[in-house]
């Protein structure tokens, strides 16, 4: 009785191949759900170089450390943004504009209320001459009834 070698992939190899799919699926689900891969916070902690580059992003860029996240205050309608141009391009942001641009402009913001249907000219009517809208006709009768049977 001889003995035949096996012929083919191993298991060893199989395994191999099929845990190397795995993590790339897994990695591309990661992805589609958050957008980012996790790798870069992952080896922060054991890389310095990381934080050196943070720290050259944060110069660059003209955030500050005021809040100790790292992270400038969003821009208000009081403080507004700044326009300039940079590589040929408009920009508009509180960060990228600092004031050694010199086509850094302030704009000043102005606080919308959102879209907000255009009045008729039947409840604008109804607003001069002091006519009660049907909201306020069924509040009234609502608190009547709810008088009426207290007493």
């Given at each position: 009785?001889?003995?035949?070698?096996?012929?083919?992939?191993?298991?060893?190899?199989?395994?191999?191949?099929?845990?190397?799919?795995?993590?790339?699926?897994?990695?591309?689900?990661?992805?589609?759900?958050?957008?980012?891969?996790?790798?870069?916070?992952?080896?922060?902690?054991?890389?310095?170089?990381?934080?050196?580059?943070?720290?050259?992003?944060?110069?660059?860029?003209?955030?500050?450390?005021?809040?100790?996240?790292?992270?400038?205050?969003?821009?208000?309608?009081?403080?507004?943004?700044?326009?300039?141009v940079i590589d040929g391009k408009t920009v508009y942001s509180d960060t990228l504009c600092t004031d050694k641009n010199p086509s850094t402009k302030k704009l000043k913001l102005n606080d919308a209320k959102g879209i907000e249907p255009?009045?008729?000219?039947?409840?604008?009517?109804?607003?001069?001459?002091?006519?009660?809208?049907?909201?306020?006709?069924?509040?009234?009768?609502?608190?009547?009834?709810?008088?009426?049977?207290?007493?």
């Amino acid at each position: 009785m001889s003995k035949q070698k096996q012929r083919g992939l191993s298991l060893i190899v199989v395994s191999l191949v099929s845990m190397s799919v795995a993590v790339i699926a897994m990695a591309f689900i990661y992805y589609l759900r958050n957008g980012h891969l996790p790798i870069p916070e992952f080896l922060q902690p054991f890389f310095t170089t990381a934080n050196a580059v943070s720290k050259d992003l944060k110069n660059a860029t003209g955030i500050g450390t005021s809040n100790g996240s790292g992270m400038r205050e969003a821009a208000t309608t009081a403080e507004g943004v700044r326009r300039c141009v940079i590589d040929g391009k408009t920009v508009y942001s509180d960060t990228l504009c600092t004031d050694k641009n010199p086509s850094t402009k302030k704009l000043k913001l102005n606080d919308a209320k959102g879209i907000e249907p255009p009045k008729s000219v039947a409840s604008q009517e109804k607003e001069k001459t002091g006519e009660m809208s049907e909201e306020q006709m069924k509040q009234k009768i609502m608190e009547q009834a709810v008088d009426g049977g207290k007493k």
